[in-house]
Nanobody, 128 residues
Framework: QMHLVESGGGLVQAGGSLRLSCAVS????????RGWFRQAPGKERELVAA????????GYADSVKGRFSISRDNAKNTVYLQMNSLKSEDTAVYYC?????????????????????WGQGTQVTVSS
């Protein structure tokens, strides 16, 4: 059974940077599409970024384009989310997820319902 563990969250001032990591224990994830989602208090969970299993296709929410970057290191079984120029509205619990279905070389769904395995979440707080 595969488990996802996020790390790297914390408190940062507006304009600062953080890098989140999502490590895998158990089954390897090399062929799995991965995503980062976030959920702020009182709001729905939303996609932040996704990356195909091949690593060649990435996608971002409009609100983070140009500021966040998703990447993966299959040798380390880890996916990263580099967050720059953070804003107070980025404050949320960030979740890592994996989609076990093979949707193809470029597949990186935006719907949370396509993802089967989730981490426990890591809090990101941006102070203004």
């Amino acid at each position: 059974q595969m488990h996802l563990v996020e790390s790297g969250g914390g408190l940062v001032q507006a304009g600062g940077s953080l890098r989140l990591s999502c490590a895998v224990s158990g089954r390897t994830f090399n062929s799995y599409t991965r995503g980062w989602f976030r959920q702020a208090p009182g709001k729905e969970r939303e996609l932040v970024a996704a990356i195909s299993w091949s690593g060649v296709s990435t996608g971002y929410a409009d609100s983070v384009k140009g500021r966040f970057s998703i990447s993966r290191d299959n040798a380390k079984n880890t996916v990263y989310l580099q967050m720059n120029s953070l804003k107070s509205e980025d404050t949320a619990v960030y979740y890592c997820a994996a989609a076990l279905r093979d949707g193809g070389y470029y597949w990186r769904p935006s719907s949370q319902y396509e993802y089967d395995t989730w981490g426990q979440g890591t809090q990101v707080t941006v102070s203004s």
